[in-house]
């Protein structure tokens, strides 16, 4: 099933479907999954993880555009640029709860408000950044292909491997994790660094998907919004929810969005609202608090 899935959409481009619906349905699973590392397997809430897809972004614009780096490296150095600002901001998981969101909310505002005032001859100014001459949808397509991939294979690899239990230990008791043995600290950043590096490389090839960047667009807080609504209603701390949760929510917001677009955000609060109601562990994570056994097939 999986193996078939991939084949379409290795073919969906040669397939009468829309193309950009396809693209945004891939980086929205690859934000939900990058997003599930630190909050679900972790439960760090990071309200400002937008920041993260902006650096991405503006630094796959600025090295195409201003020093004419070819654009999949640019990608990569926008990638490894996420993995640094992690590691800079990564003195603010010593804060927990609601205290560490609030930073890290301030801190995605911050940067918006430092890339908005760099020099225009650099970072655009207001106005952003045109890549027109290096619009190439079909292959932005297939990057962020392999992007989303690479995204759930990570989130099976934790599913299963020590570092992933770790995760989960941290995430249930911090104080009985440390007394297990388990170096808190290092396995935090790491999953802190992976959840960073994603998204960086997903706003790098949106970038060169859409062929324009702008400080609004890519410091938008609803980046953040739907990457915590999308995880959430398929169940965080698992691998198929995110995927379940972005390809169900992100039809539907699509779907309102190209026939009521007054109405889209309206839409989103009230999903957000039956979700917290009635779903509170989103699809997957209450199949398996009734059913206990799918634990065992799905993942």
Known sequence: MITGGLFALIAAPALPVSIPFVFYMLFWITLASSFNIIYGYVGYLPFGYVMFYGIGTYVTAVLWSRLHVPMPVAILAAGAAGGLASLLFAPTLRLK??????VNFCCAMVLRIVVSNLPSQWAGGSFGITLSKAYKPLVGYYFMLVLMAIT?????YLSRARLGIA???IRDDEAAAETLGINVPRCRLKAWILAAVLPALAGGIEAWYTAIVDPDTSFNL????????????????TVTGPVLGAVCLYSVDDFIWSRFPVLNLMVLGVLIILLMLFLPRGIVGSAFQRWPVLRQIVK
Request: charged share 5%; hydrophobic share 55%; aromatic share 16%.
């Open 97 to 102: 709860g609601i205290y560490f969101a609030i």
């Open 152 to 156: 759930v294979a990570i989130s099976f």
């Open 167 to 169: 995760l989960r230990c």
């Open 222 to 237: 609803m980046i953040t919004t739907k990457a915590i609504v999308y995880s959430m209603f398929g169940g965080l701390g």
